[in-house]
């Protein structure tokens, strides 16, 4: 595990070091991770020009941290989506997650936050599978493909330095494409009519089921462990993900 820790934390300077390339000033790194409470990225190692936002829980979970202010999104060492062959394939809690009947990964959940705060998706990598999905979700943003899937626990992968090498030269494009305009922020009509059902090892748990089923806005939509929420914050739905992660890792 640790060797795999600096393995993302040098995947994320690389992002760090492409965008500063391309004129990026300010760079603020969100820990997605949740398999140990979002505390991965090894802090003395990060670049220093970095703020770093892990632990748990934190409001709006991976997207903690996005403001109006900033300008552009990029996700590192993504999963595909729930029920694709994707490496460690997931969705948060979620066996399946939609907004307004589009289907969002947790790539296109957090394009989903910052597009109302006007905040463009612009790079996203991970294995060949979450690379193309997020492509048809989002639209051709910047994309690098670190490993090739052969199921959810096996892959060919490419070696270190190439990722750090790709890594750089697409967040200098991200950054580039992002400053011309051609990349923009992902828009969705509100309200935003939120369906989601649970993961089944979770909709086993009746305890998990039934206090998901208790939280403000949350109504039964459905089949056993699906819900509906509706709003018309894309920040409250991610609020409403905090509440919901909070309750399945039980810490």
């Given at each position: 595990?640790?060797?795999?820790?600096?393995?993302?934390?040098?995947?994320?300077?690389?992002?760090?070091?492409?965008?500063?390339?391309?004129?990026?000033?300010?760079?603020?790194?969100?820990?997605?991770?949740?398999?140990?409470?979002?505390?991965?990225?090894?802090?003395?190692?990060?670049?220093?020009?970095?703020?770093?936002?892990?632990?748990?829980?934190?409001?709006?979970?991976?997207?903690?941290?996005?403001?109006?202010?900033?300008?552009?999104?990029?996700?590192?060492?993504?999963?595909?989506?729930?029920?694709?062959?994707?490496?460690?394939?997931?969705?948060?809690?979620?066996?399946?997650?939609?907004?307004?009947?589009?289907?969002?990964?947790?790539?296109?959940?957090?394009?989903?936050?910052?597009?109302?705060?006007?905040?463009?998706?612009?790079?996203?990598?991970?294995?060949?599978?979450?690379?193309?999905?997020?492509?048809?979700?989002l639209g051709p943003l910047e994309t690098v493909t670190v490993k090739t899937a052969f199921g959810r626990s096996a892959a060919a992968v490419l070696p270190p330095a190439?990722?750090?090498?790709?890594?750089?030269?697409?967040?200098?494009?991200?950054?580039?494409?992002?400053?011309?305009?051609?990349?923009?922020?992902?828009?969705?009509?509100?309200?935003?009519?939120?369906?989601?059902?649970?993961?089944?090892?979770?909709?086993?748990?009746?305890?998990?089921?039934?206090?998901?089923?208790?939280?403000?806005?949350?109504?039964?939509?459905?089949?056993?462990?699906?819900?509906?929420?509706?709003?018309?914050?894309?920040?409250?739905?991610?609020?409403?993900?905090?509440?919901?992660?909070?309750?399945?890792?039980?810490?």
């Amino acid at each position: 595990h640790e060797r795999f820790r600096q393995e993302l934390t040098d995947e994320v300077n690389a992002v760090i070091a492409g965008a500063r390339a391309a004129g990026a000033t300010q760079f603020i790194v969100n820990e997605g991770h949740g398999g140990t409470l979002f505390r991965n990225v090894l802090v003395d190692q990060l670049d220093e020009e970095a703020i770093l936002i892990r632990g748990y829980p934190k409001p709006i979970v991976m997207s903690t941290g996005l403001n109006a202010m900033v300008d552009a999104i990029m996700i590192v060492g993504a999963h595909a989506n729930a029920g694709t062959p994707g490496i460690i394939s997931h969705n948060f809690a979620f066996d399946s997650f939609t907004v307004n009947g589009k289907v969002l990964s947790e790539a296109g959940i957090a394009a989903f936050i910052g597009g109302e705060m006007g905040v463009p998706m612009a790079l996203a990598s991970g294995d060949d599978v979450l690379t193309a999905e997020t492509r048809e979700m989002l639209g051709p943003l910047e994309t690098v493909t670190v490993k090739t899937a052969f199921g959810r626990s096996a892959a060919a992968v490419l070696p270190p330095a190439t990722v750090h090498r790709l890594l750089r030269q697409t967040s200098a494009r991200a950054v580039r494409r992002v400053k011309s305009g051609e990349l923009r922020p992902l828009k969705m009509e509100k309200p935003y009519q939120v369906r989601f059902c649970l993961r089944k090892s979770f909709t086993e748990d009746d305890w998990v089921r039934e206090t998901i089923g208790r939280l403000q806005g949350v109504s039964k939509d459905g089949g056993r462990g699906c819900f509906a929420y509706t709003s018309d914050s894309a920040e409250a739905v991610g609020n409403l993900l905090n509440e919901i992660e909070w309750i399945v890792l039980k810490p």
